[in-house]
Structures are given as C-alpha cells and as structure tokens.
C-alpha cells in the first residue's frame, strides 16, 4: 500500500470515529506508518518516532495512545470521544484506575460501548484513554458500574 493511500485510510478512521476533521489534525503529513510482518497490515502510526495510534486488526478502528489524546484535546476539541470526571478522582484514573459511573460529569451523547474515549478532568487535563462500557447516556445517568475501563493513564504528578 503507497504512503498516501495509507494516510488517506487512517485519516477517514479517525473522521469516521472520532468526527469529521479529526484525521487531518491528528496525522499530520509527515507521520511514520508501520506494517505488521505477518500480514502486511497497518499497524502503528508514529509522529517522530512516538507512536500516536495502534490500528486495530480486530474491529480496523484505531486505539489511541496519550500523545494523541492530549494533541486531539488542544486541536480536535469538537471530537466525540470526550468523557469528563470528576476532580477528586483525577488522580486515581491517572494512575491506570477504571472510570465509574457515579464520576463522570459530562459525556459526549456518540459515545457507544465499546467506542475509544478519553477521560479528563474538569480543567481539561487528559488523564486517561480507554474503552466505554456504557454510552454516553449511560454514563451520565447510571450511579453505579465501570463506565470507561482505562488502558493508560497519564500517571501524572500532582
């Protein structure tokens, strides 16, 4: 598959899940893409030598690591992937700790279980990225449960 090609397919993933626009703010021209040996497959895209996502082979959607979290928040903040929580509990997702239910403050209405979201703190701080196990309705509503199972956090200082 030619460099192009490969941009453009990773581009219209992220337009498709996380909203129009994202794509060209996320991966810029000048991004890395890595093949899988096995299958020849897109695997990871890399901005100078960071890697920002991971393409899925499972579901062909893309797992997004924080740099990319952090640049989608200070350039794509329309996306549709945001959830917010909670300052008291900052830390602890930040750690690597699941996002329940009873924290979350606000929650884009697309999200839908099993989408790819980002989890941050009332000042706008990414603290995590994961995997809802609610929509965003349910988030929102639901007092008790896991709402976001958290794959990395930032572990930042505080």
């Known amino acids: 598959m030619c460099v192009e090609t490969a941009l453009r397919r ?3 993933v992220a337009d498709y899940q996380f909203g129009k626009g994202v794509g060209a703010l996320l991966f810029p021209e000048n991004v890395e893409i890595s ?3 096995a299958t020849g497959r897109i695997r990871y895209v890399l901005l100078d030598g960071e890697r920002l996502a991971t393409l899925r082979p499972t579901d062909g959607l893309l797992s997004l690591s924080l ?3 952090k640049t989608m928040t200070e350039k794509a903040a329309f996306a549709r992937c ?3 929580v909670q300052n008291d509990v900052a830390e602890f997702i930040a750690k690597g700790g699941d996002v329940f239910a009873a924290h979350v403050i ?3 209405e697309a999200i ?3 989408d790819e979201v980002i989890v941050v703190d009332e000042n706008n701080q990414v603290l995590a990225v994961g995997r809802a ?3 965003g309705a349910e988030m929102t509503q639901f007092k008790i449960g896991v709402a976001v199972k958290v794959r990395h956090g930032s572990t930042r200082e505080s």
Do not use: G, Q, W
């Open 82 to 84: 945001f959830v917010t």
């Open 112 to 114: 839908r279980s099993k």
């Open 106 to 108: 606000r929650a884009d």
């Open 10 to 12: 990773i581009r219209s």
């Open 67 to 69: 740099t990319a979290a």
């Open 35 to 37: 093949y899988s040996k």
């Open 133 to 135: 196990l609610l929509s």
